[in-house]
């Protein structure tokens, strides 16, 4: 159990794919996206988690987390499980300067939108704007993956 600090920015460019360290295919579902509390199922490569966060502070840059490693077999049967609206994309990860950006590329009715997430041990931590990070999205719900999944960007 841990507070997440994250804060969320769109994204410029492709850039950001020639730096990447990894990437990765993401499946996730939401057995609730109840606005106190979302419950969600997710296939990372071959890997399950299952994840529950609580209502962010009123900045959206703080909320808690709890996440815990599955078997891929459970995460599969827990998907059948959801609510409308997986969410697929995917993710890569970006060191830059003592942090890793993740900058999700969504798939499917989300294609197009690209989010980059950096965790960070305090709200107002400084840190490295590589020059493909656009606008500061924290704390705007419409780009929670929750409100993604219901309200995809192809909508918007």
């Given at each position: 159990?841990a507070?997440?600090?994250?804060?969320?920015?769109?994204?410029?460019?492709?850039?950001?794919?020639?730096?990447?360290?990894?990437?990765e295919?993401?499946?996730?579902?939401?057995?609730?996206?109840?606005?106190?509390?979302?419950?969600?199922?997710?296939?990372?490569?071959?890997?399950?988690?299952?994840?529950?966060?609580?209502?962010s502070?009123?900045?959206?840059?703080?909320?808690?987390?709890?996440?815990?490693?599955?078997?891929?077999?459970?995460?599969?049967?827990?998907?059948?499980l959801?609510?409308?609206?997986?969410?697929?994309?995917?993710?890569y990860?970006?060191?830059?300067?003592?942090?890793?950006?993740e900058?999700d590329?969504?798939?499917?009715?989300?294609?197009?939108?690209?989010i980059?997430?950096?965790?960070?041990?305090?709200?107002?931590e400084a840190f490295?704007?590589?020059s493909?990070?656009?606008a500061?999205?924290?704390?705007?719900?419409?780009y929670?993956?929750?409100?993604?999944?219901?309200?995809?960007?192809?909508?918007?």
């Amino acid at each position: 159990m841990a507070l997440e600090i994250e804060r969320k920015f769109l994204v410029t460019s492709d850039n950001y794919k020639k730096e990447a360290v990894s990437k990765e295919r993401i499946l996730q579902g939401f057995l609730s996206t109840h606005p106190e509390r979302t419950v969600r199922v997710r296939i990372k490569g071959k890997k399950g988690f299952l994840t529950i966060k609580g209502k962010s502070n009123k900045e959206g840059t703080t909320r808690f987390e709890w996440e815990h490693e599955i078997q891929l077999d459970e995460a599969e049967a827990l998907m059948r499980l959801c609510e409308a609206g997986v969410i697929e994309k995917t993710r890569y990860n970006v060191k830059v300067g003592a942090h890793i950006f993740e900058v999700d590329e969504f798939k499917g009715s989300n294609k197009g939108l690209q989010i980059a997430e950096i965790e960070l041990t305090t709200a107002n931590e400084a840190f490295n704007k590589p020059s493909w990070l656009g606008a500061e999205v924290t704390g705007e719900i419409q780009y929670y993956n929750s409100c993604l999944s219901k309200n995809p960007f192809s909508k918007w």
